[in-house]
């Protein structure tokens, strides 16, 4: 039975999928990837178990440690075809910052931690189905950005939903607006991961929700205007 390891990093946590290969969620920020590795390492496992790496959105606190991580694992690295190419360029990454004042002010700091760029093996979209712990099911969750991505994990009960929605003092909440790039395709977005099932809910930046929490998020989408 595969399950799910949270990894906290120096911004977004990372998960790993832990069956017979490994399959690595998101890479915290710059210079994270050493930590990651240690963790599958202190684990007992091998670091060339990870086989396949999944990338939430192209945020520097989720995408900031893929290049180091690629450099020691051979595994293959999906994302949506949306983003896949501002993760492959040698430009900057887009501003997390959706407020013009916000982003002058703190792009330029952002600029120099710049990760550079890394590789992408595989354009996702949603319904893609990937093969292996019982089957991963891309949702695209578009909003927070327009590539974002949800993973459901249908044999354990879980999704992993990145940014798309915040868990703050117990309570399940929209995404941040103050990084997230449209809130009405956000709440979409919310709406079409309610008709999925499942008991876990994994957050980047929350601990997560692991009891009932399908039931959970459409109480919350219950209490939001049509
Ligand atoms: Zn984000």
């Known amino acids: 039975m595969p399950r ?4 906290p990093t ?5 998960y790993l ?3 017979d290969e490994i399959t690595l969620i998101d890479t915290g920020t710059p210079g994270s990837g050493a930590g990651i590795l240690e963790t599958v390492r202190s684990l007992g496992r091998d670091v060339d178990d990870i086989r396949t790496i999944l990338i939430t959105h192209y945020h520097i606190d989720h995408v900031g440690g893929l290049a180091e991580v690629q450099r020691h694992v051979p595994a293959w690295t999906g994302v949506h075809v949306a983003e896949a190419a501002a993760i492959e360029s040698h430009l900057p990454l887009p501003t997390p910052f959706k407020q013009p004042f916000l982003a002058r002010i703190v792009d330029p700091y952002l600029e120099a931690r710049d990760p550079g760029p890394a590789r992408v093996d595989e354009e996702l979209a949603d319904g893609d189905e990937l093969p292996g712990l019982g ?5 695209h969750t578009p909003g927070h950005t327009p590539g974002s991505i949800s993973l459901h994990f249908p044999e354990l009960g879980a999704v992993v939903i990145g940014d798309a929605m915040q868990f703050r003092f117990g309570r399940l ?15 979409g977005a919310i709406r ?3 008709r999925v099932d499942f008991d876990t809910l994994c957050f ?4 997560p929700i692991r009891q009932d929490a399908s039931k959970e998020l459409r109480t919350f ?6």
């Not at 120096?10 to 990372?14: E, Q, R, T």
């Open 4 to 7: 799910l390891w949270r990894i």
């Open 10 to 14: 120096g911004g977004a946590d990372s």
């Open 17 to 19: 999928v832990l069956d």
């Open 135 to 139: 089957g991963i099911r891309i949702v």
């Open 173 to 187: 909440m929209l995404p941040n607006r103050l990084f997230t790039q449209d809130m009405d395709e956000a709440m």
């Open 192 to 194: 079409k991961l309610s």
């Open 204 to 207: 980047s930046h929350y601990r």
């Open 221 to 226: 989408i219950s209490t939001l205007l049509p």
